[in-house]
Antibody, heavy 124, light 110 residues
Framework: EVQLVESGGDLVQPGESLRLSCAAS????????MSWVRQAPGKGLEWVSS????????YYADSVKGRFIISRDNSKNTLYLQMNSLRAEHTAVYYCAKGHSSSWGVPYNCFESWGQGILVTVSS | QSLLTQPPSASGTPGQRVTISCSGSRSNIGTNYVCWYQQLPGTAPRLLIY???QRPSGVPDRFSASKSGTSASLAISGLRSEDEADYYC???????????FGGGTKLTVL
């Protein structure tokens, strides 16, 4: 059974940094594209970032480009999201998601499995 | 403003068939596959449709989807109370090199 467990969420002040982790199990982690998707309180889903199977290719939403960094450690079956210079508008539940196909790259991989989500609150 | 446009709400009675539309452009739906997600209240989203019209294992065949040009639609037949949820479409957008979501449609089962 696929399991994705996010951790690292917290209440932080504007300008601070935070690193989210997503521990994966139940599948061959290194064979799948992984992504982060967020949902602000009462709002819809927003894609944040995706990373290729090897970690060599990364993609970011314009709203986080230059501020967030996605990475993965295939030896630890773990996905990360380093979030820097956080602002109030980054407040959201952040979901870790696994791609649906081990054969295709980021643009062709829907988000098949999702973690339970982790809350990041940015407030003074 | 989302690059994919969905109606904010939809409704139907038990047993009915409802459809939810998703309008995009050539750079997203017109060129790439569409995904559909269901989000029940207080839970993580669930993949309903991939590759525009394929259902993952475990998704009932009451859920179907299609794509034509720059628009897509999700159909739910034999509507049940447990289908009451938010539904989102998504597609890769070549112009922004990223995934874009529709604003979501809240489905109410009357």
């Amino acid at each position: 059974e696929v399991q994705l467990v996010e951790s690292g969420g917290d209440l932080v002040q504007p300008g601070e940094s935070l690193r989210l982790s997503c521990a994966a199990s139940g599948f061959t982690f290194s064979s799948y594209v992984m992504s982060w998707v967020r949902q602000a309180p009462g709002k819809g889903l927003e894609w944040v970032s995706s990373i290729s199977m090897s970690g060599g290719d990364t993609y970011y939403a314009d709203s986080v480009k230059g501020r967030f960094i996605i990475s993965r450690d295939n030896s630890k079956n773990t996905l990360y999201l380093q979030m820097n210079s956080l602002r109030a508008e980054h407040t959201a539940v952040y979901y870790c998601a696994k791609g649906h196909s081990s054969s295709w790259g980021v643009p062709y991989n829907c988000f098949e499995s999702w973690g339970q989500g982790i809350l990041v609150t940015v407030s003074s | 403003q989302s690059l994919l446009t969905q109606p904010p709400s939809a409704s139907g009675t038990p047993g009915q068939r409802v459809t939810i539309s998703c309008s995009g452009s050539r750079s997203n739906i017109g060129t790439n596959y569409v995904c559909w997600y269901q989000q029940l209240p207080g839970t993580a989203p669930r993949l309903l449709i991939y590759n525009s019209n394929q259902r993952p294992s475990g998704v009932p065949d009451r859920f179907s989807a299609s794509k034509s040009g720059t628009s897509a639609s999700l159909a739910i037949s034999g509507l049940r109370s447990e289908d009451e949820a938010d539904y989102y479409c998504a597609a890769w957008d070549d112009s922004v090199s990223g995934w874009v979501f529709g604003g979501g449609t809240k489905l109410t089962v009357l």
